[in-house]
């Protein structure tokens, strides 16, 4: 028994050094909130181990009892998370249930095809063809850190563009001269009544055009409306993007959304490149990416043919795929990384950098007497949990406010309207908003706008 308490003090004591790791050194005490109930669980430990070499045999031997049941338990329920949400989250294009709803609502075959698929297959009857590429720079800066050239936009310019399918079917378009979701004409006249930025939810993921709110801003209003949604963008890239392609063009409303899911997650990817932070921290600073469309071009072009290539050893590149996903889960697992975040609730902290960006965005509206507006979208989480923390939220809601821009909620004005918010999701799973759903935002951002 004695060993046994020699274990468990060395492990209570291991246990501090890894949670003082993570908080201090790995996240340089930026996440110091997060981790204070592990610093008090490790203490606790560590007191109760000292305490045990004190305790007779018999009361030693009942706490490990408990402590191995309730230790046992938090495993056996984190089992339980995993199952029940990988049933909630998952999108499964092979599921019979999903299929047979698209085939009754639309006479036609599900796609299960991959992205890359379908381009090999329009690639032999379409030249001009592309995939959309998100936020591909921040990718290729990952491949090479000492990236020159910084790419913005999604996709390469002037081009048919496959996008996703959460739907049934891939979504297309036709991309203007810059590689945006544009058609090409909104770029003819240097006023802009409407500018709509933000990221894969503005770009209009996953529905053709005019299904995605840009354009049901400009069917509704008759008024030129720029879509510069980049799907995986923080704001960050979102203010590059204003400075490199509205810096000479005169704009009326500027329409700035926010995505509770993911948007501070890119923001803190941004951060860490340095070309991107100059847009923060350098004023004026400028790549003049109007001029370079043509090298863009081929930059975008190497790096899809490069993917298409290890496309074409299918099974190897599946197979590294999910090997990568089971070692994923397998470490969350170990970690009780689904039970920690249900029972701790983690609350979300905004980086100085988002005010920042935040700020300088108001400024940029503001020296082209353009009124501005903040729209929050909700993720499909919000409405399938067992909780969901209001803090980003709150949060996000006063710096606007206290910046004094319109702040729009989409959640209470749109999502909360309907019987069921789920109904606005593909085949009420997780994935980004209906066509319906993006209707019913490009409404409500007229009626705020008039």
Known sequence: MMKLNNIFTTFSFLFLLYVFYRAEIFYQGTKSFYYKPYYFISLLLILTSILLYFFSKKARTYFYLIFFSVFISFYCYETYLYFYLKNRDNLDLTSKAIREEYINKTGMKYDTRNVLEVYGDLIKVEKKISINLGDIGYFLNKQNNDLKLFPLAPSISNSKIIYCNENGFYA??????????????????????????????????????????????????????????????????????????????????????????????????????????????????????????????????????????????????????????????????????????????????????????????????????????????????????????????????????????????????????????????????????????YEKLGELILKKIK
């Open 172 to 437: 297309t378009y036709e991309s203007d001269r810059y590689g945006f979701n544009n058609p090409d004409n909104q770029w003819d006249k240097n006023v802009i009544e409407n500018v709509l930025i933000g990221d894969s939810y503005v770009e209009g993921s996953c529905v053709n055009r005019p299904e995605d709110i840009s354009s049901v801003v400009r069917s509704k209003s008759g008024n030129r409306t720029l879509n510069l949604g980049v799907g995986g963008s923080g704001i960050l890239i979102q203010l590059a993007i204003l400075e490199e392609y509205l810096k000479n063009r005169r704009v009326k409303n500027l329409i700035l959304f926010f995505y509770e899911g993911n948007d501070l997650k890119n923001l803190k990817n941004e951060l860490d490149i340095e070309l991107l932070r100059n847009y923060l921290f350098k004023n004026g600073y400028s790549q003049e990416l109007i001029k370079k469309q043509d090298e863009l071009n081929l930059i975008l072009e190497g790096y899809l043919k490069k993917v298409f290539k290890r496309n074409l050893d299918k099974n190897k590149s599946y197979l590294v795929q999910t090997d990568t996903k089971i070692k994923d889960e397998i470490v969350k697992g170990i970690k009780l990384y689904r039970a920690r975040n249900l029972i701790f609730k983690p609350q979300m902290s905004i980086p100085q950098e988002f005010e920042l960006s935040l700020k300088k965005i108001k400024t940029f509206a503001e020296k082209k007497n353009a009124n501005i507006y903040f729209v929050y979208l909700p993720e499909f989480k919000r409405f399938n949990s067992f909780y969901y923390s209001e803090n980003q939220f709150n949060q996000v809601k006063n710096l606007v406010l206290n910046q004094e821009i319109l702040f729009i909620d989409t959640i209470k004005e749109v999502f909360e309207k309907e019987k069921n918010p789920l109904n606005l999701f593909p085949f009420r799973k997780r994935g980004h908003y209906t066509s319906e759903g």
